[in-house]
């Protein structure tokens, strides 16, 4: 292996390309595999050029980005002159230009920054989390070596690179931008982005018509003209699942090398899309058929939300995206008629909370939700994609015909009402199996929201008041309207852990959180409170436990406890995954 790589270091001479793409993700381990870090083969002087970094919660506008980079917020206006002031916020993922000088230091282009480490975290952390991929987390362990992590303040070397001469776009090229890749980027839009062709893109990276990029890596972007500007890209869908890891495949370029490999590849895609082509046919005539027989409408499949709405009777109208998600996932269109006749024209008697009304129609209860229209594709969109059996279900859409802007959601309201008021409820005490039930089956929707959905999401909204109790006394989670895409790692999901443990606490205690004060104030015992002694840490337990409850397992209440303090730790890093939870909820809960 060595000798292989041996020999393709030498050829790197006579390759035209810029610099290796490497498709190790930022945390792995050393290796010697090209593009770890951009190489310069002869010394040269620095290069201006730019690195893309991208808002997130601990950085939401230039204010705080430019403190991460050491430069003037008016600077990084100016290189971002479609932002308006140093304070605006910035949603998540919003792409920064930070201006850098790149230089040749040890064989590799760099530029390097100080960074003071606020907490005990790890390397990985930093480069992975904090400078998003910018470099490896191998990396910044060697220019840091024998550094005591917490508190120290670090030599980050980032990555960039400068335009090489002897290559063949060296000439014509003013800039080398680095840019993190994150889960659903594709080149395509990645390209459009910066205006540059699919050859330039392919041969600053080396790669070709078979290559696949991977999240957590970086590619360089070749610029020619002299001033640079991010265009944005509408969100794409995501791409298919391939295996266990979502990859991002590169378009394949034009060139190409015989016109019998053409001919031979056009016969095979012709073939492959023939053969789809009838399964989709036979598959829609059952669909049709089958809906005949149960006298409902066909539908048609649109890549667009129906947006006419309908007067009188309900009718059933499918809103997915696709075909296939049409087939699965058919709404109610509702007309508003119905819908205030439903909840005594919106009354404050059926109001639930701001904008979500508890109604009745044709006896079934059911919750409705107020939002803006241009939302609701969205929500439609994202529930024809999730497919859990823990999770409130869409049953239908109402649009508004007198006020477009605003449109209603139409939800299941599972018969017992939310957690909350469950929990609130004295003279109907959930009992202790049913408590774990529910908390286990909360948890299963979160580890599918995170680890099984693609992509993965948070739900960031986690509560008692967003957890349902269906007549069976099991938990359903609501409120599955606006989650984040986990596509820049996984710190947006410890906020669902934190919130889980919240849960946790309250099926416990059956007190409210108000204002974070539970979590931080009521579980002292388990720190060695109460004397310190195992007899304090039950005897501050049963203190804790909901006085009506009057089932329940020590034991296993004190394992609750204790996963509920692990879940709402101050460093994120500290809080279990949801795996983990699971497995602890597991021997719990009941069976299905």
């Not at 850098?100 to 230091?105: E, F, K, R, Y």
């Not at 059952?286 to 129906?306: I, Y």
């Amino acid at each position: 292996m060595i000798y292989l790589w041996f020999i393709a270091l030498l050829c790197i001479s006579s390759s035209s390309a810029q610099q290796f793409y490497d498709p190790k993700n930022c945390s792995t381990e050393p290796d010697t595999y090209p593009g770890s870090r951009y190489t310069c083969k002869t010394p040269q002087h620095p290069c201006e050029t730019y690195l893309v970094f991208r808002s997130n919660q601990h950085f939401q506008n230039i204010s705080e980005i430019s403190k991460l980079f050491h430069m003037n917020p008016d600077t990084l206006l100016q290189e971002n002159n479609h932002l308006n002031s140093s304070s605006q916020f910035l949603e998540a993922g919003r792409e920064v230009l930070i201006p850098v000088s790149c230089s040749c230091s040890g064989g590799f282009y760099q530029v390097i920054f100080r960074y003071v480490v606020p907490e005990n975290t790890t390397f990985s952390e930093i480069a992975c989390g904090v400078y998003e991929g910018l470099l490896k987390s191998f990396t910044l362990e060697r220019a840091n070596l024998n550094t005591t992590i917490a508190g120290a303040e670090l030599n980050v070397p980032l990555r960039c690179s400068c335009p090489d001469d002897s290559a063949s776009i060296g000439k014509k090229v003013n800039y080398l931008v680095t840019y993190p890749i994150i889960q659903g980027d594709s080149d395509s839009d990645i390209r459009a982005k910066f205006g540059i062709s699919e050859e330039d893109f392919l041969e600053a990276n080396d790669l070709h018509q078979f290559s696949t990029l991977f999240p957590q890596t970086t590619v360089l972007i070749p610029v020619r003209d002299d001033s640079i500007k991010i265009t944005d890209i509408p969100e794409s869908s995501p791409a298919p699942i391939s295996g266990f890891l979502p990859t991002i495949p590169v378009a394949k370029t034009h060139r190409v090398k015989s016109p019998t490999s053409l001919y031979i590849a056009a016969c095979v895609i012709g073939f492959s899309l023939l053969i789809m082509a009838i399964l989709v046919s036979i598959l829609y005539i059952k669909v049709l058929r089958k809906w005949k027989s149960e006298s409902v409408q066909p539908f048609t499949p649109s890549t667009s939300v129906v947006m006419s709405p309908t007067r009188g009777s309900s009718t059933t109208s499918c809103l997915s995206p696709d075909l296939l998600a049409g087939i699965k996932y058919c709404l109610v269109n509702y007309s508003i008629e119905e819908l205030k006749m439903a909840t005594k024209d919106f009354s404050e008697e059926t109001k639930k909370s701001d904008s979500v009304y508890k109604g009745l129609i044709t006896n079934l209860e059911v919750m409705i939700k107020r939002m803006r229209f241009e939302d609701t594709r969205r929500v439609i969109d994202l529930h024809s994609k999730i497919n859990h059996i823990n999770i409130v279900n869409l049953l239908g859409v109402c649009y508004d015909e007198s006020d477009l802007s605003w449109s209603y959601l139409v939800f299941e309201w599972p018969k017992n009402g939310c957690l909350r008021d469950c929990l609130s409820d004295g003279s109907n005490v959930l009992c202790w199996k049913q408590r774990t039930q529910i908390a286990f089956d909360i948890a299963t929707v979160l580890h599918y929201l995170h680890c099984c959905a693609f992509p993965s999401y948070a739900h960031l909204n986690v509560s008692s008041r967003n957890i349902f109790v269906t007549e069976d006394f099991r938990g359903k989670l609501a409120d599955i309207a606006a989650p984040e895409s986990l596509r820049s790692g996984a710190v947006s999901e410890k906020v669902d852990i934190f919130a889980f443990g919240i849960v946790l606490l309250e099926l416990i205690s059956a007190r409210e959180n108000t204002e974070g004060k539970l979590a931080k104030d009521s579980i002292g015992f388990l720190g060695g409170g109460g004397g310190g002694s195992e007899g304090g840490c039950f005897e501050g337990l049963r203190n804790f436990m909901d006085p009506n409850l009057k089932d329940y397992h020590l034991a296993e209440a004190l394992c609750l406890a204790v996963l509920a303090k692990a879940c709402v730790a101050d460093d994120p890093l500290h809080r279990p995954t949801m795996d983990d939870i699971m497995k602890v909820l597991a021997k719990m809960a009941s069976p299905q």
